[in-house]
């Protein structure tokens, strides 16, 4: 049996690691003559994601995680869609800015997990990519950066294929 004294710590003690959780989501709708781009990865499909930048909801999804968990606001405030320098941006360019601000602060990622929510195309082939692609930007080992698919079952705008969505979580740690 331990004792709850082995058990017990205190937040900023010394040589306490520090930890921030974060979350969070993006969704863009599909439309014709976009492509279709996820983790940084070019995915075959016949429509793609409608927005100021390249519209990648996975790489959005894990930017706002990891501001939200050191209250840095969202990537609208870093890069507002009425700015023109940011049409057509690539997201992964983006990320690394925001891993430069968070590392600039003394924080690193402990980990990174991720869903991309959509019914078509199937994602399952082009995972491993993502995470390889994003995994070198952040400077991670690809076992500390998760991305899963699914679908929404054929329920509401993802289901009825009028978009993608995406959810992140990420885990900072100094």
């Given amino acids: 049996m331990l004792c709850c004294s082995l058990l017990r710590f205190e937040w900023g003690s010394p040589g306490m690691i520090e930890i921030r959780i ?3 989501y993006d969704i863009h709708q599909l439309v014709g003559g976009r492509p279709l781009i996820l983790g940084g990865v070019h995915i075959p499909h016949e429509l793609g994601l409608l927005g100021h930048s390249d519209a990648d909801v996975l790489t959005h999804a894990m930017m706002d995680a990891v501001l939200g968990a050191l209250s840095l606001g969202d990537i ?3 890069f507002p869609p009425t700015d023109p320098q940011w049409a057509g941006a690539d997201s992964l360019k983006l990320l690394a800015q925001v891993h430069g601000l968070i590392q600039g602060r003394g924080w690193q990622i402990g980990n990174l ?3 991309i929510v959509a019914e078509r195309p ?5 995972l491993n990519d993502m995470r390889d692609r994003i995994s070198q930007v952040l400077k991670l080992q690809p076992d ?3 991305i899963k698919a699914t679908t929404n079952e054929k329920l509401g ?3 009825r294929e009028e978009g993608i969505a995406a959810y992140a979580v990420v885990l900072l740690q100094r």
């Fill in 76 to 78: 609208g405030h870093y």
């Fill in 144 to 146: 500390q950066v998760g």
């Fill in 22 to 24: 974060g979350n969070g």
């Fill in 157 to 159: 705008p993802v289901g």
């Fill in 122 to 126: 199937k994602l399952k082939p082009h």
């Fill in 113 to 115: 997990d991720s869903v």
